[in-house]
Nanobody, 115 residues
Framework: QAQLVESGGGLVQPGGSLRLSCAAS????????MGWFRQAPGAERELVAR????????NYASSVKGRFTISRDNALNMMYLQMDSLKPEDTAVYFC????????WGQGTQVTVSS
């Protein structure tokens, strides 16, 4: 059974940085495009960054482009999201999943940007 475990969230001041990690298991990770999604209170879940199977192609939502960097390590079945110049509007629960996403989601990791 596929499992996705997110980690690395926390409380950070505006302008700060965080690095999120996603540990994948139960499926052939290297064969799938992956994505980082986020859901803010009262909002729908949105895709913020995606990466193809080998890391050779990435895309970002306009709201995070230039500030976030997605990467993956297929040897470790891991994916990462480096988040720099964080803003209060980045506050959300962040999830990883395949892209398009599977029905099963992890618990996510909370990112709070506040002074």
């Amino acid at each position: 059974q596929a499992q996705l475990v997110e980690s690395g969230g926390g409380l950070v001041q505006p302008g700060g940085s965080l690095r999120l990690s996603c540990a994948a298991s139960g499926f052939t990770f290297r064969m799938y495009g992956m994505g980082w999604f986020r859901q803010a209170p009262g909002a729908e879940r949105e895709l913020v960054a995606r990466i193809n199977w080998n890391g050779g192609s990435t895309n970002y939502a306009s709201s995070v482009k230039g500030r976030f960097t997605i990467s993956r390590d297929n040897a470790l079945n891991m994916m990462y999201l480096q988040m720099d110049s964080l803003k209060p509007e980045d506050t959300a629960v962040y999830f990883c999943n395949t892209n398009p996403p599977r029905d099963q989601w992890g618990q996510g990791t909370q990112v709070t940007v506040s002074s």
